[in-house]
């Protein structure tokens, strides 16, 4: 069974992590930290669960991450709670149907703040037309909860019942932005807090009548509010996924003055200091942008030193980090050029050692 959250107990966890990132970032003479907290429960949009055959009986489990030991998960107190609901309503429902049951060994929840869903049923067999004329009977019953569709995988087959996203509408300063979200792709999993991480962005980058560089800009998730800040923003991902989601967010919010192509970090740094543009953005000139801010969210492993060299020449860096480590690392470096002048740290993964920090720097 999944063990409740005390909520009593949020703020003794959100105080250790303040501090550990108040700890890394000091020997570069941060201010005091911004601070922004989550829900201490139903914060999550996103769940995954392997499902256990017992004899008659199915259930969902998790395993411990240190004894890889499973656990029965009836209810997941992180998990927002049209997940919570689905969860025991999708078990029930496939307990005795044959076609939907047999070998069915995952679920997966993507999920949106206003109650669509997409859940993607996993199987270690082929599935066959049964299993859609059922799924496509479930899909009908479950429009009681919300916008709900299906998916169906197995071994080189994936089988839509309807759609494969969800639309996210993020409130950022009191106006509404509406984000495509894909089923197996990456999307920030606490709305909450990344409402705040975007608004803390665009406080710090203020009014600028000059251009916005953003690497790792996934399906647009800063790009697209922070437009209204910047004459125009250009944006590179590698995800061809998440780009394609850019592109189609982009329109969504008639967010004209932003573009997101296709390119590496790596590559688009190489650009930047002179290499050539691949064949397929011969239409791309960036030096009709004039460049004053740099904004980066990338992976755990942090920017690489050539990125790091190329961010350190704009007047402003905006860098968003999942692990304050590298980011401590790569702050070495960067502290040479900029001053760290604001810092927050958002609470993301509650009841997790994983932080989530943001610092802006300009340039000494």
């Avoid at 927002?80 to 429902?93: E, G, K, S």
């Avoid at 509010?225 to 982009?250: C, D, K, M, W, Y």
């Avoid at 397929?280 to 740099?294: E, H, P, Q, S």
Wanted: with cysteine; glycine share 4%; charged share 25%.
């Amino acid at each position: 069974m999944a063990t409740a959250i005390d909520d009593t107990t949020y703020e003794t966890q959100f105080t250790q992590k303040k501090e550990r990132l108040a700890e890394l970032l000091a020997p570069f003479h941060a201010p005091e930290l911004d601070l922004f907290r989550s829900p201490a429960q139903h914060y999550r949009m996103r769940a995954e669960f392997r499902v256990w055959h017992e004899g008659d009986d199915l259930y969902y489990v998790m395993f411990n991450s240190a004894t890889k030991e499973k656990y029965r998960v009836d209810q997941l107190p992180a998990a927002n709670q049209l997940i919570n609901q689905l969860m025991p309503a999708i078990l029930d429902y496939v307990r005795d149907k044959p076609s939907l049951r047999h070998r069915l060994f995952q679920v997966d929840f993507l999920t949106t703040t206003t109650d669509e869903a997409v859940i993607s049923l996993l199987y270690h067999r082929q599935l066959d037309e049964q299993w859609q004329n059922d799924i496509s009977a479930m899909r009908e019953v479950f429009q009681g909860f919300g916008r709900i569709d299906f998916i169906g995988r197995a071994r080189k087959q994936k089988i839509l019942c309807e759609r494969e996203r969800v639309t996210e509408t993020l409130t950022i300063d009191g106006r509404p932005y509406y984000f495509e979200h894909i089923e197996n792709s990456f999307t920030q999993p606490n709305a909450v807090v990344n409402q705040h991480m975007i608004s803390w962005a665009k406080a710090v980058a203020g009014n600028s009548e000059r251009d916005l560089l953003e690497l790792y800009c996934g399906n647009g998730n800063f790009s697209i509010p922070l437009a209204a800040s910047f004459r125009r923003v250009f944006g590179t991902e590698i995800s061809r996924t998440s780009v394609q989601s850019a592109q189609h967010n982009i329109a969504l919010n008639d967010a004209q003055n932003v573009r997101i192509e296709r390119l590496a970090a790596e590559d688009c740094s190489a650009i930047i200091q002179g290499g050539e543009l691949p064949g397929r953005l011969k239409d791309l000139n960036l030096a009709d942008y004039d460049f004053g801010t740099v904004l980066v969210d990338p992976p755990r492993a942090g920017l690489d030193q050539d990125t790091v060299a190329m961010v350190s020449q704009f007047d402003a860096i905006i860098y968003i980090s999942c692990n304050p480590e590298t980011l401590a690392e790569n702050l070495v470096t960067l502290q040479q050029t900029h001053h760290v002048t604001s810092a927050a740290f958002f609470d993301q993964f509650p009841f997790t050692p994983h932080i989530e920090a943001g610092v802006y720097l300009t340039r000494r």
